[in-house]
């Protein structure tokens, strides 16, 4: 048994969004009256409540013991790389190789090892991806990598 | 337009076959998506709202509904065969859905879910059909104080019902509610929370939030999962049959299910989750032999299954009719309308009678096909359950991207998804909903305005939340449930 540390941080991380949103919205915008209110109004009201919940949530469980959870840094990793590299590369090798690079980074998280299925399964889903997005729904997507 | 004349012309117009193809469509997609482990109808709507932008409105609509009762029942077959839920309330069909299959009556829980889900959007459909008339005629005598009265009303009793803790359900409620500010005030043209991004001045892309907050989290949450086995053998013809005295066990649990169902899911708030575990602990309450459910009562199957079809539909009365979503999954149908340009409220029974008809009409249908075509796809849905996840994922991962590309054409939205999975996995490593930030996040535009155009016209003074009958009740109900909430954890706290 450990420490709550899933209520303790992510409380803590809330109050603290709640009191950053608050206090750019006092520093930034027009609160108005609660007759008129300005567009710093809402947002101050919401941040100084989420300061005060996230707090609530955060302080009791200081006192608590659960399960820490089962975290997957490297499924977490893989997911989320592959999304910046396809993201990233969309525009920049296209959209044949930007798949095909998702999906080998992507795959990196898979619990089999191995490189054959791999590639195969890139190679698989860019051609999907193409006959889908390109040809089937004609999004205006490069395929290939401009040439110099 | 009685309630008849209605019917029909929705009928007329939803077997179009432009219209049609797009029901089947839904229908059958949203089952495919369901099947897929772990992945519910939220993150099934999500990945395939981009779809829709290619269609018109109402068939938008009425496809994206079919994705939703699709997506449930491909739910119950993942929870049924394998117990892989992919929503909290097909995890309540699991429990007696997969003893069932254990027993080599896989078939026959299948049957069950599929003639439950069917009894109960039936049932949920003339519940819609006669409340939202009703409602519509109703809310034209809602004021700016009761919509933002009734909303919050909406958020804490999302927050509160059936939570285990209310602090976190409200944290994340007024968390979605503070990203709903980002970007430009309509009132005063400020830019908010926008950090000098031109790609933020529209808000925050509900699409990007949805598919990070569920798709990319789901997959990083599945992807290290070992292939799992679940009931194997043959699934379907005969199989399915279920008994003569399962059949006579049926139509009980059927209605009380529905009867709960179509309730709960009209009122704010509440919604399929709340509904399935109500009806499944009412029938074990009712039942003469309460010792059998967990064991493989096929009434622990029908009646959740009616009930959060039920629900799924009589959901639908305040979206529609007062353009208020009720629970996470309306939210986001209401975000996809508004992207196809439509607002929905009291007025669209008159003003858009062809999307209200005509999608009450496909529910009927949709449902119908469902029934139809899950007889011979049965085989194909359970072999999907066999493709082993690691070939599914990096596909779904891509569709994903170009999904939210799709909407504005801006790959500055792809890398959002990314920042918005990372967030989304840790608030449910740390369960926090994410469900309810995505309503917070939808409503919070909507109080934002109703709330500022209320007290402008009471001159600033909060009593016009008291003084307006309609809104002093939504405020009486929202006090009533912050105390009763409070009086719970109060509660818990002696106990221990």
């Known amino acids: 048994m450990h420490r709550d540390w899933p209520d303790i941080l992510g409380g803590l991380a809330l109050a603290a969004i709640g009191a950053a949103a608050a206090g750019w919205a006092l520093a930034q915008y027009d609160i108005g009256t609660l007759r008129r209110m300005g567009p710093g109004f809402f947002p101050a009201v919401l941040g100084g409540l989420l300061t005060v919940l996230g707090l609530v949530v955060a302080l009791p469980a200081l006192r608590r013991r659960s399960d820490a959870p089962g975290i997957e840094p490297l499924a977490a990793l893989a997911v989320l790389a592959a999304i910046l590299v396809f993201g990233l590369g969309l525009f920049r090798i296209g959209l044949v190789a930007a798949t095909a690079a998702a999906v080998l980074v992507a795959s990196l998280a898979a619990p089999r090892p191995g490189w054959g299925w791999r590639l195969a399964l890139a190679a698989a889903i860019a051609l999907l991806t193409v006959l889908v997005f390109g040809l089937g729904l004609r999004m205006s997507l490069p395929l290939w990598p401009r040439l110099p | 337009m009685t309630t008849w004349e209605g019917l029909l012309y929705g009928i007329g117009f939803a077997l179009q076959p432009a219209v049609l193809i797009y029901c089947v469509i839904g229908v059958v997609l949203g089952t495919f998506v369901g099947v897929l482990p772990g992945i519910g ?109 009734m909303m919050i009303l909406g958020l804490v009793a999302a927050s509160t019902i059936g939570s285990s803790s209310p602090a976190k359900g409200f944290a994340m409620v007024v968390l979605g509610l503070l990203l709903g500010c ?171 009678p062809e999307m209200f008809w005509g999608l009450v009409a496909s529910f009927g249908i949709g449902n119908l096909l469902l029934l139809v075509l899950n007889l011979p796809l049965i085989g194909i849905w359970v072999a999907m359950l066999r493709i082993p996840f690691r070939w599914l994922y990096p596909a779904i991962l891509i569709f994903l991207c170009l999904g939210v590309y799709s909407v504005r054409g801006l790959s500055f939205d792809i890398l959002a998804v990314a920042a918005i999975g990372l967030a989304g996995y840790l608030l449910a490593l740390a369960r926090f909903s994410p469900a309810l930030l995505l309503l917070g996040f939808v409503l919070g535009p909507l109080i934002e305005t109703n709330l500022r155009r209320a007290l402008l016209i009471g001159r600033g003074d909060p009593m016009i939340f008291l003084d307006r009958p309609i809104a002093a009740g939504f405020v009486l109900a929202t006090v009533g449930l912050l105390a009763l909430s409070l009086v719970q954890a109060w509660r818990r706290r002696r106990a221990r």
């Open chain 2, 41 to 149: 109808a939220m993150a099934a709507i999500s990945l395939l709202l981009p779809i829709t932008y290619y269609i018109t409105p109402e068939a938008a609509l009425i496809m994206l509904a079919g994705v939703y009762y699709g997506a449930q029942y491909g739910g119950s077959v993942a929870s049924i065969l394998m117990r892989l839920p992919g929503t909290p309330q097909s995890a309540v069909t699991s429990l007696d859905g997969y003893p069932l299959a254990r027993q080599g009556r896989a078939g026959v829980a299948l049957f069950t879910a599929m003639a439950s889900s069917f009894a109960g959007s039936m049932i949920g459909i003339a519940v819609l059909v006669t409340l939202a008339g009703w409602l519509s005629h109703a809310a034209t005598a809602f004021g700016a104080a009761d919509y933002a009265a």
């Open chain 2, 182 to 352: 980002v970007g430009t005030d309509v009132n005063s043209g400020v830019q908010r929370f926008t950090f000098g991004r031109t790609e933020l001045l529209d808000g925050i892309n509900l699409v990007a939030l949805a598919m990070g907050l569920f798709g990319v989290a789901e997959v990083i949450a599945n992807v290290r999962d070992p292939d799992r086995q679940g009931v194997t053998g043959k699934i379907g013809g005969r199989q399915l049959l279920p008994r003569r005295d399962d059949l006579k066990r049926l139509p009980g649990p059927m209605l009380r299910g529905s009867a709960l169902g179509s309730f709960f899911g009209a009122l704010p708030g509440t919604g399929s989750t709340l509904s399935s575990f109500l009806a499944y602990a009412l029938e074990r309450r009712v039942s003469r032999r309460p010792e059998r459910f967990g064991e493989g009562a096929i009434e622990g199957v029908s009646a959740p299954e009616s009930a959060n079809n039920a629900a799924a539909i009589s959901a639908f009365v305040p979206t529609l009719t007062l353009g208020i979503p009720g629970d996470p999954i309306m939210a986001l149908m209401l975000g996809a309308l508004v992207i196809h340009g439509v607002q929905p409220g009291p007025m669209m029974l008159e003003a858009r």
